[in-house]
Nanobody, 126 residues
C-alpha cells in the first residue's frame, strides 16, 4: 500500500512560521511530481505549491507566493512546505499529493495527483 503522511501542522500566531513535511511509504516518490493543497472549512480544496521530480522549478498559488517555499529531498521525505508570514486566511487542512509522472502540464488541479495524505491542520490566530 502507498501512504503519504503529513506532519508539522499546529497553532501559530499571525506572522509566525511552520514547516510541513510529507513522508512516504510503500512506493518511491523520487520520480513523482509532488504538491501541497489546502482546504478550509466550507471551501473547496485549493492548490498551494508544487514541484516536479527534478526540483528544478516550483509553482505557487498567488496567495502564498513570496511567503511559502516548497522543496524536496529525494533520499527520504519527499517534500516540505516552509510557511512564513502566516495569515489567519492560511488556516486550513494541508494535504500532500503525489503524481504518477515526473512532470505535469497543470500542477494546480487535484485530478492530476494519484496519491493523497490525510492532511495536517494549520491554524493561524490573529
Amino acid at each position: 500500500q502507498v501512504h503519504l503522511v503529513e506532519s508539522g501542522g499546529g497553532l501559530v500566531q499571525a506572522g509566525g512560521s511552520l514547516r510541513l513535511s510529507c513522508a512516504a511509504s510503500g512506493r518511491a516518490f523520487s520520480t513523482s511530481a509532488m504538491a501541497w493543497f489546502r482546504q478550509a472549512p466550507g471551501k473547496e480544496r485549493e492548490f498551494v505549491a508544487a514541484i516536479p521530480w527534478s526540483g528544478s522549478s516550483t509553482y505557487y498559488a498567488a496567495s502564498v507566493k513570496g511567503r511559502f517555499t516548497i522543496s524536496r529531498d529525494n533520499t527520504k521525505i519527499p517534500v516540505y512546505l516552509q510557511m512564513n508570514s502566516l495569515k489567519p486566511e492560511d488556516t486550513a487542512v494541508y494535504y500532500c499529493a503525489a503524481a504518477l509522472t515526473p512532470y505535469l502540464i497543470d500542477y494546480t488541479t487535484t485530478g492530476q495527483y494519484a496519491y493523497w495524505g490525510l492532511g495536517t491542520q494549520v491554524t493561524v490566530s490573529s
